[in-house]
Each structure stands twice: as C-alpha cells, then as structure tokens.
C-alpha cells in the first residue's frame, strides 16, 4: 500500500493554475514536515517546496518562488501544492513526501522516509 497519495495532476494551458492534494493513505505516522519533487522525463528529481509543522515555515525552489505555495495540515499528514502561473518548463511527475527524522537538508530527497506515487502534470504552450 502507498503511505502516501496525490491527486490533483493534469493538463493546464501556460499561465493556468493547478492544486494539488496529498495525503496519508490508511497509515499512521508522524512526520516533522512534508515537500514536493518533481522529476522530469530524462532528468534528476527535484526539489519543489516543503513544509515544517513545528513552526510553520515554508521553503521554495528558486524557479517556483512567487508562483507556487505549500499550505499543509500538520496532524493530519496532508499537504498541497497551489501551482499558478504554470509554465511549460513545470511539466514534471510530482510527488509528495514526508520527513520523518526532522532533516536538515530539505531539498535532498534521500532525507525523506515516505513517498506518495506521483501525480502527472503537464503544461501547454
């Protein structure tokens, strides 16, 4: 079973938005935080953005600041991803994920201990 699942994903025309929605899947954890890949055909998995429970913080990619937001719902493991003003260069699998050992280094993916199946989203010029 998944521990973690996305939807949401589709195709948007460039300068659209799209939501996309994560959640726990029937397991119980706790996680200090939750974040967005995304990964691209050909290319390495990418940092997107990451939530921290503790103290609310949120945390962008550079190529994403001003565009996209995380708000998220701590207790209940479930984050989001508002994506507006979607450029063709977002076209990415995105995937969810959660940081159960309160990792230092958000944007690393090997510092996350669960992962949902990835939600398709892809933007048209």
């Known amino acids: 079973q998944v521990p973690l699942v996305e939807s949401g994903g589709g195709l948007v025309q460039a300068g659209g938005s799209l939501r996309l929605s994560c959640a726990a899947s029937?397991?119980?954890?706790?996680?200090?935080?939750m974040a967005w890949f995304r990964q691209a055909p050909g290319k390495e998995r990418e940092f997107v953005a990451a939530?921290?429970?503790?103290?609310?913080?949120?945390y962008y990619a550079d190529s994403v600041k001003g565009r996209f937001t995380i708000p998220g719902d701590g207790p209940r493991n479930a984050v989001y991803l508002q994506m507006n003003l979607l450029k063709p260069v977002d076209t990415a699998v995105y995937y969810c994920a959660a940081d159960l050992r309160a990792s230092s280094v958000l944007e690393f993916p090997a510092e996350y201990g669960l992962w949902g199946q990835g939600a398709q989203v892809t933007v048209v010029s």
């Open positions: 029937g397991r119980t954890f706790s996680s200090y935080g």
């Open positions: 939530i921290r429970w503790s103290v609310g913080s949120t």
